[in-house]
Structure formats: structure tokens, C-alpha cells
């Protein structure tokens, strides 16, 4: 479970002046939701997974997590370009105590790199670099699962079998989906919100949400 | 809270397990660290310490050759060695801390790396570069000559020192260098402008009084005399004040800590 009560966020412009990105946003996330968050480009969205995330800090409110919640899941953070991709398995592996093997064995099935497992991170294009990511937080058990639109870049094989892992992973678990495309939100999520001018609201139904995105 | 939610661990479980996650952590970021910065070939550990060496070894083997009143009647190659070495280490973990945090960011996405486990996987790394290399250098002179350290519990403990020191001045550098871009311009020069208040070029004890009294207020120049004093003993008097030293050590630390505290929420993903 994450509880996150009366959340708020700004960011000091240079120049002076702050950027208010998220006010008073609280809510709940349980074992078994599949909560999508809709929003538009720089909404908030990011910053939200982050402290969800516990790797940024709010500015007032507090965030509680009481299950195992995955690093965020967006492109280019998380993994070190200089390194190959095993490398970066190793890394992962180490710092969240899984046995190497394992974690190598699963991403190599997974991600479908072949060579390029053993090339830099740099060398990857953006669907390769989507699916190292994906590969490795789910080598990894977590509860929840924070996904900040890496799922978008993956071509129709691999989204199938995301959503195959997906499914299969986050029965029982956590799932949350930041996107600005409603069409990811349908096929991963079973509930939704929207993130606008710094207010989170939820609707039960992922249609609803959709709806009222598509009307901001 | 809400109704079913589950109640939050003892302090002290909390406690051990992030022990633990922190050891796991630095673990990771030294293979890593040894990874990106010397490569994976077979020869890249191998650089690590065969740096400094190459660069010790050249400077003593310089001195030997143009040795001066300066350093008494001990071997130049040695004295110059154990004096650039841990000096090159020292120099190394200030002018590295500049780009410690802006180089990790990514790292900062994985809740479990703190940014002083970064630090100090770095600063262990030199520390163990230059261990080695005073090691080399030390068994084979004491192998070819039969030239053997004074005494070898000080030159550790000096070590230990200078290392710590070196740890507490890094923190404060980085987290200055995350708040200040200016931090990472005047680093640099400062390091080199203060090569010779280090104390490691000379020993304090062929200074005019006064000057050596005014270089003993830096707690390096202190370090420096210790290390001369474990390695030499009696061939060259040493002045040094431990408390002072372990007084300084403690400050730099504890405010490195803070400055690091502090800077964490500031930091821009």
C-alpha cells in the first residue's frame, strides 16, 4: 500500500518565482490496483512517480509506503549509459539483492538484446533501452510497479508481451501507468486519474477519465 | 492513516536492514565505479594503482637525482613517494567531488543509493589505489635496500586520517559543487595553489620557525609530518598534534554530512 496525504510540490524558477506542480494531491494505492495517470506534457506526472517512488521529496505532505515499490520507469534514468546492458543487470542485481544470475538469464529472455547485452547503454535505441528497463524491474519481485511512459516505445511484439508480463506480474500487485496517450491507460489500467493544474482526480472508470482528459 | 494499513517496522529492525542495504549499496558502487573509470579489460584494475605509481615513482625517481638539503639524509625516491602519493589521492577525492552528484543523478532514481554512498564508494576506491601503491613501493625498497618503515602502526593511522579528512572536505565540495556552480571553477586552482601549505613536498622541520608554525595550522601539513614520522622516525624530526587533526576530521565530517543532508531535496532530476 502507498499513502500519500496532502502532497504539495513547487519547483523556485530561476529568476525567482515558483512553479506549484502538484497541490495538496493525496490518495491511496492498494494491492491489486492498476491505477492509470493521465495528464499533459509537464503536468506533474513524472514528479508524482518520483516521490511515489521516494527518490524526490515533497515540499509539504507526507508519503507512506508499506510494500516494495519499483524505481520509476522512465527513459534515460536508472541505468548508466557508459555500462552495457549486463552491466547495468549486475548493478541492479547487487543493489537490490537478487542472485546475478538470475536477473541476467531473465533479462536476456526478456529484452531480446542479444549482442547488444554486452554494448554500451549509450549504443541502444529507445525501444531497446524500454525494454532493458522493463526486463530488469521485473527480474526484480517488486509490489508495485511505477511505469512513466516506457511502455510507449516498444514495437507491436513487445508490447504484447508486456502486457502479457504486465498482467501476469501485477495480479495480486501494484501497478501505476503515467501516460499522455489514453490508449496505454486502456489496455494496462482498470482505474484512473487525471492530473491537472496541480490537482489529482480519480474516476473508477478508465473511460470516464479518458473523457474528461480529452476535455481539459 | 487508513483503516487495514500496515504498521511501519521497529526503529531498530530499520536500523540493521539499512545497514545492510547500505553495505549491498557500496559494494555495487565500487564494481561499478572500478568498471567506468578503468574500463573492462583485463589491465583495467590494474590502472587503478598503476597511476599513481607510475606518477609517484617518476617524481622520486626526478628527486633522487636533484635531492636537496630538504629531506635530510633519507632516501629521496622514498621520501618524494610517500609524500605524492597520498597527496595525489588527496588531491584526487577534492577535484572529483565537483562532478560526484551532477555524474550520479541517475543512480539517485534507485531509493536505496544515498548520495553519501556514493562518496564514499569513490573515496574508498582511491583509498585503496593508493594503500597499494605505498605497499609496492614500500616492500620493494625494503626487498632491494632493506630500508624498513619506522614504524608502521603510524603510517597507518596517519593514513586513516588524511583519508577521513579527505572524505569530510570531499562531501562539502559536492554538495557545495550541487548548490554553487562557482564551487567547481575555483576547486581546482585552489588545489593547486595549496600544494605547497600541503606539507607534502618538504619537511616542516628545515622551515624557518615561524613558517612551520603557520603551516601546522592546516591539519594536512600535521598528516604529512606523521606519515614522514612512521615511515623515517628519528632520521627527520616531525611535528605533528593528533587531536588537532581528529578535531578537524570530526568537523569537516559531521558538516559534510549536513551540507549533504541539505543539498539532497535541492537536487534537480
Known amino acids: ?216 | 492513516m487508513p483503516d487495514g494499513f500496515p504498521a511501519a517496522r521497529s526503529q531498530f529492525d530499520r536500523t540493521i536492514e539499512g545497514l545492510k542495504v547500505q553495505g549491498r549499496v557500496i559494494h555495487a558502487l565500487l564494481l561499478r565505479e572500478l568498471q567506468t573509470r578503468f574500463g573492462r579489460g583485463h589491465l583495467g584494475f590494474l590502472w587503478l594503482f598503476l597511476e599513481p605509481l607510475l606518477l609517484a615513482s617518476m617524481i622520486g625517481v626526478i628527486k633522487s637525482f636533484v635531492s636537496s638539503r630538504e629531506m635530510g639524509n633519507v632516501p629521496p625516491f622514498l621520501f618524494s613517494v610517500v609524500g605524492y602519493a597520498p597527496y595525489f589521492a588527496f588531491r584526487a577525492i577534492i577535484n572529483r567531488a565537483t562532478t560526484a552528484f551532477q555524474a550520479n543523478m541517475t543512480l539517485m532514481y534507485h531509493r536505496q543509493v544515498r548520495l553519501i554512498d556514493i562518496m564514499l564508494a569513490r573515496h574508498l576506491l582511491e583509498m585503496a589505489a593508493v594503500t597499494c601503491v605505498l605497499i609496492i613501493v614500500l616492500a620493494g625498497t625494503s626487498w632491494i635496500t632493506g630500508f624498513m618503515p619506522h614504524d608502521l602502526p603510524t603510517m597507518v593511522f596517519a593514513l586513516l586520517l588524511l583519508f577521513a579528512f579527505a572524505n569530510g572536505l570531499g562531501l562539502l565540495v559536492a554538495a557545495g559543487a550541487a548548490r554553487w556552480e562557482v564551487v567547481d571553477r575555483i576547486v581546482h586552482p585552489l588545489t593547486y595553489i595549496s600544494l605547497p601549505f600541503s606539507g607534502a613536498l618538504f619537511a616542516l622541520h628545515y622551515l624557518p620557525r615561524s613558517w612551520r608554525e603557520m603551516l601546522l595550522w592546516n591539519p594536512q601539513a600535521n598528516v604529512h609530518e606523521m606519515l614522514r614520522d612512521g615511515m623515517f622516525g628519528d632520521q627527520i624530526p616531525a611535528y605533528y598534534d593528533v587531536p588537532y587533526v581528529l578535531a578537524w576530521v570530526v568537523l569537516v565530517n559531521l558538516l559534510g554530512m549536513a551540507a549533504v543532508r541539505a543539498v539532497r531535496t535541492k537536487l534537480e532530476f
Open chain 1, 1 to 216: 500500500m502507498i499513502y500519500f496525504d496532502r502532497v504539495s510540490k513547487h519547483y523556485e524558477l530561476r529568476g525567482g518565482g515558483k512553479k506549484h506542480v502538484l497541490r495538496n494531491v493525496s490518495g491511496i494505492i492498494r494491492p491489486g490496483d492498476a491505477l492509470g495517470i493521465l495528464g499533459r506534457n509537464g503536468a506533474g506526472k513524472s514528479t508524482l512517480v518520483r516521490m511515489l517512488a521516494g527518490v524526490e521529496h515533497p515540499n509539504s505532505g507526507r508519503i507512506e509506503r508499506r510494500m516494495t515499490v519499483s524505481w520509476p520507469l522512465a527513459h534515460g534514468v536508472g541505468l548508466q549509459n557508459s555500462m552495457s546492458g549486463a552491466d547495468n543487470a549486475r548493478f541492479i542485481a547487487r543493489i537490490y539483492n537478487q542472485p546475478i544470475k538470475k536477473v541476467l538469464d531473465f533479462v536476456e529472455d526478456f529484452a531480446e538484446l542479444g549482442p547488444y547485452m554486452d554494448m554500451p547503454a549509450k549504443t541502444y535505441s529507445v525501444g531497446m533501452m524500454g525494454r532493458l528497463l522493463l526486463g530488469l524491474s521485473f527480474a526484480v519481485d517488486f509490489d508495485c510497479y511505477l511505469i512513466d511512459e516506457v511502455t510507449a516505445t516498444g514495437d507491436q511484439r513487445f508490447v504484447a508481451r508486456a502486457q502479457a508480463l504486465l498482467a501476469e506480474k501485477t495480479r495480486g500487485r501494484s501497478l501505476v501507468l503515467v501516460s499522455h496517450v489514453p490508449e496505454h491507460l486502456k489496455m494496462y489500467c482498470r482505474s484512473a486519474a487525471v492530473l491537472n493544474e496541480g490537482s489529482l482526480t480519480f474516476f473508477e472508470d478508465v473511460d470516464e477519465a479518458v473523457a474528461t482528459y480529452k476535455a481539459l
